[in-house]
Every structure is written in structure tokens, then in C-alpha cells.
């Protein structure tokens, strides 16, 4: 970006789902330096910011709603000022009510030049996922964003609900929830017909989306019936009666489901993300760590000897070994013609996924399974009496060493340590507690230990009665909860997050039919 740029944009965060954000949106939230957020915006589109971004909740600033514009508009200018790309997001479309055009007009004012990124607006993604279309050649020939903040009847209003209840198609309304009653009364006063079809929306485009459908006049009841709160957007005309049974997105699979992603953090947001599609509800719980080891010497050493061509087979048994053996050898200020003519196995495809991310094809990845002893009966025949390099992590998987060991001359290196983070009292063990948890994916024999070891009598009454079900990456992995006597609802064929995410979403099915 030059000088001349704007350092200020006002960026619509869409609805929620992190897939509605614009490509603009994207960009600039991984280039700012400053994101100031209203309350309303997801937490989760906050992952797209960059990372060293400091990220404040307009809430924060001092002040009530109404005069906190002032402060947010000192902080814009403040970090604009000092050359800083500051993105003001808002959630939805900046300019659909949340005062984004008040914040426009004060930035004009004051000489900071900005742009504006529009959004998807709670309304349009309302009805993308409840399938209703807003308009339609014979039912409805306009649409009105109204805010139902404005107290009807109120003298001196701004909204003409006399007109409003003669509008000829959809009437969508904001923030009407908590005045909803009087919304309705004042609608059917003036001639709305009660009985036109009408709905509530909670969290649209997101997998704990609810909604009720009623009649107008009874939509205050169905939403109390179905404990639908503020926020929420209503949807008022013929066109609802358009919609499918229950939308597209309502028939995902794993709609409405938690699930806990146990993954460590560089491998969270890929698999968030398959889960966000098939209308899962991720609740990321961190577990494991994965941290350089406590003392580099040994895998220096080791990385000389694999120089003076003194291995013949270098055996990973994770990306995360891939990954660290690599990035060891770089920092060493070497590269990865040291590893000269040595043969390398992997278990498991996302190992050689992670070999070939530096142009190395693995000489032979076993497909039997990722388990110790399928691997080693795989390799014996091609290493039995060599030299063999195991880099592995400085836990886990003792079998593989002893297994090799039998048939050939094995080193082992520690690439890297996993440290246990889990903490029990965090949200999403809450979560597991309180029973609101579909799945606990078992992503690892190590990851399941630690889980394991939170798990309380509670957590673990609900996993035996078949509310929360745990799903394993590997039978290895499901040994280790079975070993305790936990039940496992299914394991991966594919020893991967995809496998695992399949397995749920046949687990799902299987419970559902
Ligand atoms: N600028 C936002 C609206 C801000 S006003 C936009 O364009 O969407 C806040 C109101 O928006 C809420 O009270 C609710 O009525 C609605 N809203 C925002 N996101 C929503 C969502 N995901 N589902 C349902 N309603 C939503």
C-alpha cells in the first residue's frame, strides 16, 4: 500500500459463516494492523485477522452505545494517523443499519480518507439458509430492511408502519425481537392480514442457526415456544410459505452438531472449515502442542550422520517430524540435498503429503494402516539389517521403535515434544459437561490420553448413554479409550481428519435413520 492509500475501511464481516466474507474482507483483515469489531461480529471471522492485529471490541471503549462513536472514530484516526491499516468491521453489510454511514460521515469530516467493503446482510443471508426467496415474480415484488428498534407508535417515529403493513412483498426487520409484540399489533392495525406467513431467525449461515415459522399473529408465541432470543431477524410475507420443509442447509449432515476439534492449532482451522460446511458447530479445544525439543543436540547429531550418508532409511512418523526435521536442517543453514540417497518411509498419507510440500517423494509409504505393527511388517522386508533414522515425537508410539528394532539397526531422534494444554475448565469442556456435544473426535493416541484424563464422571455417563460419542482417528487411537473401558461410537477407515469427519457424519446418519 502506498501513502496515498486509505488506512481506514469499513468491512462488512457478512452474516457469520466465514465463507460469506468477501475476498476483499479476507485481504484486508490479513493485512490490518488494527481491527475494531462490534459486538455483534462472530468471533470466528476474527481467525481471518492477521495475527499480530490488535483486535478490540468496540464494546470496550469507554461509553454507552450511543456515544461511543466519538472514541471509535479517535481510535480510527489515531492508528490512520500513524500509518496503520485499520479495518472497522461490521457485521453484515457496513451499511445496513449499525451506524456504519454515521462513521462514514465522520471519517469524511475529519479528512480520513476510507473505503467501504459491503457485506452480506443479515437479511440476504437469512434467506439463502431458510431456502425463501425475498422475491418472486408472483408473491413478492420488492423487499424492506427495516429496523424495528424504533418504538411504534411512538410520536415523532420515523417509520410510517401504516405504510409498512400495505407493502407490497418482504418485510425483513432487524433488532425487532424484543419489540416484536408490538411490531405485530401495530402491522395488523393497520390491515396487515394476521395470517400471513412470518418467521424468526437466530445465528443465520451458522450451524446453531434456529428459527421458528408461524403466522403473524401468533409468532410471539412460536418464539417463545422455541426460546428464540435477541438477536434475531423476522421475516414477514407470502414467500415463506415457499420454502422447502427444512432448507438445504438444515439437511447437512452434521446441522446443528458440536463438535470438538482437538487438533493442534496449525491444523485447526482446515479442519473448522469442513466442518463449518457440513453445518457443524466447531468448539476448538486446544489439547496438545507441538513444541521444538528441549535440547537440539541429539537431532544436530543426527542430522550430521545423515550428511556423511550414514543412514540408509529415514522413517517419519508424522508431519509434524517432517516438518520439524526440515526446519532444524534450514535453521542449521544447510538444506535438503543432506539427505543425499537415504530411503525414505512414512506412516500414513498426510506424512507424505508433508514430505512432498518440500518436492521429496517418500520411497515408500505402507498403505496397510497407520498402526505400528501393520507399518513395520510393511517395511521389514526392505530394511531388515540396515541403518535406520526413527525422527518422532519424544512421546507416543514405543512400539514402532521396539518393532523396528527387531529386524533392524534403529537410532531415534526427538523432532519435536508435545505439551498437554488442555484445560479443564475451558468453554468447550463446559460444553462436554452440559451435555451439548455431539462428537469428540480422537485425533490421537497422545490427544486421547489427555482428553481422557479430563474427562469427569459426568462427561464420561453421557459418552456410555451415546449423548456425546467419541470418534477415533485410528483403532490404535481407539484402543486407548477402549482400554478404560470407554466406548468409542466408530472409528476412521481413512486415518485422517477427513476420515474421522466422515465416520461422524456416518455415525450421524446411522442415528438419525
Ligand atoms: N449491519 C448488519 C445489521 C446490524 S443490526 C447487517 O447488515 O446484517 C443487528 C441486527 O442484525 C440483529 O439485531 C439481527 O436482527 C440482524 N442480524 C445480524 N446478523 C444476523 C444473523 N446472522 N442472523 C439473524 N439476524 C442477524
Same mark, same amino acid.
Given at each position: ?135 418472486? =415474480?408472483?408473491? *413478492?415484488?420488492?423487499?424492506? &430492511?427495516? #429496523?424495528?428498534?424504533?418504538? @411504534?407508535?411512538?410520536?415523532? +417515529?420515523? /417509520? $410510517? ?115 463449518? =460446511?457440513?453445518? *457443524?458447530?466447531?468448539?476448538? &479445544?486446544? #489439547?496438545?502442542?507441538?513444541? @521444538?525439543?528441549?535440547?537440539? +543436540?541429539? /537431532? $544436530? ?213
Amino acid at each position: 500500500m502506498t501513502t496515498a492509500d486509505p488506512h481506514v475501511f469499513l468491512v462488512g464481516a457478512g452474516p457469520g459463516d466465514p465463507g460469506l466474507l468477501t475476498l476483499r474482507a479476507a485481504e484486508l483483515l490479513a493485512a490490518a494492523d488494527v481491527v475494531l469489531y462490534d459486538q455483534l461480529v462472530p468471533k470466528r471471522i476474527l481467525d481471518f485477522a492477521n495475527p499480530a492485529a490488535e483486535c478490540l471490541c468496540v464494546r470496550d471503549l469507554p461509553g454507552q452505545t450511543a456515544d461511543r462513536t466519538p472514541y471509535t472514530l479517535q481510535r480510527m484516526a489515531a492508528a490512520a494517523a500513524a500509518g496503520k491499516i485499520v479495518v472497522r468491521l461490521k457485521g453484515g453489510d457496513p451499511f445496513v443499519f449499525g451506524r456504519g454511514g454515521e462513521e462514514a460521515e465522520a471519517l469524511r469530516l475529519a479528512g480520513i480518507p476510507y473505503e467501504v467493503v459491503p457485506g452480506v446482510t443479515a437479511a440476504l443471508a437469512a434467506a439463502a439458509f431458510l431456502d425463501i426467496p425475498l422475491t418472486h =415474480r408472483h408473491q *413478492a415484488s420488492a423487499v424492506a &430492511l427495516i #429496523t424495528g428498534h424504533e418504538l @411504534p407508535a411512538r410520536p415523532g +417515529g420515523k /417509520l $410510517d408502519w401504516e405504510a409498512l403493513a400495505r407493502f407490497p412483498g418482504t418485510l425483513a426487520i432487524y433488532m425487532g425481537i424484543a419489540r416484536l409484540p408490538l411490531i405485530v399489533a401495530e402491522l395488523v392495525k393497520y390491515g396487515k392480514d394476521p395470517d400471513t406467513p412470518s418467521a424468526i431467525v437466530e445465528r443465520a449461515s451458522m450451524g446453531n442457526m434456529r428459527t421458528t415459522f408461524a403466522p403473524l399473529h401468533n409468532l410471539e408465541r412460536a418464539r417463545r415456544q422455541a426460546g428464540l432470543e435477541s438477536p434475531g431477524l423476522i421475516l414477514i410475507g407470502p414467500v415463506i410459505d415457499l420454502r422447502a420443509a427444512s432448507s438445504w442447509f438444515e439437511q447437512k449432515p452434521l446441522f446443528g452438531r458440536r463438535v470438538l476439534v482437538t487438533r493442534p492449532r496449525d491444523q485447526v482451522e482446515g479442519m473448522v472449515r469442513k466442518l463449518e =460446511r457440513l453445518g *457443524a458447530v466447531p468448539l476448538v &479445544l486446544p #489439547t496438545i502442542e507441538i513444541r @521444538p525439543p528441549d535440547d537440539f +543436540g541429539p /537431532l $544436530d547429531a543426527a542430522l550430521y550422520k545423515l550428511r556423511e550418508g550414514l543412514y540408509d532409511w529415514l522413517v517419519f512418523s508424522s508431519a509434524h517430524g517432517v516438518h520439524g526435521f526440515v526446519k532444524r536442517l534450514e535453521a542449521l543453514g544447510r538444506d535438503l540435498r543432506d539427505f543425499g540417497t537415504v530411503r525414505i518411509a512414512t506412516i500414513g498419507p498426510k506424512t507424505a503429503e508433508a514430505l512432498r510440500e518440500y518436492r521429496i517423494t517418500p520411497d515408500l509409504v505402507p498403505e496397510t494402516s497407520v498402526r505400528s505393527e501393520g507399518f513395520v511388517a510393511a517395511l521389514a522386508p526392505h530394511v531388515r539389517g540396515q541403518r535406520l533414522l526413527l525422527a518422532r515425537a519424544e512421546q507416543g508410539r514405543e512400539q514402532l521403535r521396539t518393532g523396528l528394532a527387531e529386524i533392524a539397526r534403529v537410532e531415534q531422534v526427538t523432532v519435536y515434544t508435545q505439551v498437554n494444554v488442555l484445560d479443564p475448565a475451558s468453554a468447550p469442556m463446559d460444553a462436554l459437561r452440559r451435555g451439548e456435544v455431539s462428537f469428540v473426535p480422537l485425533s490421537s493416541a497422545n490427544i486421547a490420553r489427555s482428553l481422557l484424563a479430563a474427562m469427569d464422571a459426568t462427561i464420561l455417563g453421557r459418552i456410555e448413554r451415546g449423548e456425546t460419542q467419541l470418534i477415533a482417528i485410528s483403532p490404535e487411537t481407539a484402543a486407548v479409550a477402549e482400554g478404560q473401558g470407554v466406548r468409542v461410537a466408530g472409528t476412521a477407515t481413512t486415518h485422517t481428519t477427513e476420515g474421522m469427519i466422515e465416520e461422524m457424519v456416518r455415525v450421524a446418519r446411522a442415528k438419525t435413520t
